[in-house]
């Protein structure tokens, strides 16, 4: 009997019941400081080549030919993702600056949850229409379509 009693002054003890509590919640990985690669430019002629493509698509967790394809669309220029060196060609002259802009606002509208603010969300295709899903919440947006 006297093990029942000390369950009950545990559940009744505060403190006891949120280091629980912080022992079973995982950590939020999504913080406001996230921070994303500055794009390495190089411009020649009237291309635009963003040396570390890959490392900033891996940043945003997110498929470099899809952010390749928002890019795209927002420059409304062409343009051509190389696997092999994790690089991006663009066919239209654009400043750094321009173009980490471009990569916020995909941050902001394709990565992070509207909902909790964690990083931690993917991207479905459902039919016609894209969500951006949070796996930190369970949270369902739709975004616009790129």
């Known amino acids: 009997m006297e093990g029942s009693s000390d369950v009950k002054k545990k559940l009744l003890d505060y403190e006891w019941l949120l280091n629980r509590l ?7 990985s999504g ?3 996230y921070k994303i690669p500055e794009p390495q430019v190089i411009r020649i002629g009237s291309q635009t080549i963003i040396r ?5 698509a891996e940043k945003l967790k997110r498929d470099p030919q899809l952010v390749a394809r928002y890019l795209q669309k927002e420059l409304a220029t062409a343009g051509s993702y ?3 060196s994790g690089q991006l060609v663009l066919n239209v ?3 750094r600056r321009v173009i980490s802009q471009f990569l916020n606002i995909f941050f902001k509208n394709y990565v992070r949850c509207p ?3 964690s990083i931690d969300t993917r991207l479905e295709k459902r ?3 894209w969500v951006l899903v949070c796996e930190a919440c369970g949270a369902e947006q739709p975004v ?3």
Request: charged share 35%.
């Open 31 to 33: 913080s406001t400081e």
């Open 82 to 84: 190389d696997p092999n």
């Open 22 to 28: 912080y022992e079973k919640v995982p950590p939020r």
């Open 144 to 146: 616009k379509p790129f």
């Open 115 to 117: 909902t909790c603010g």
């Open 52 to 56: 570390n493509f890959r490392e900033i």
């Open 93 to 95: 002259k654009v400043s």
């Open 127 to 129: 039919g016609k229409m």
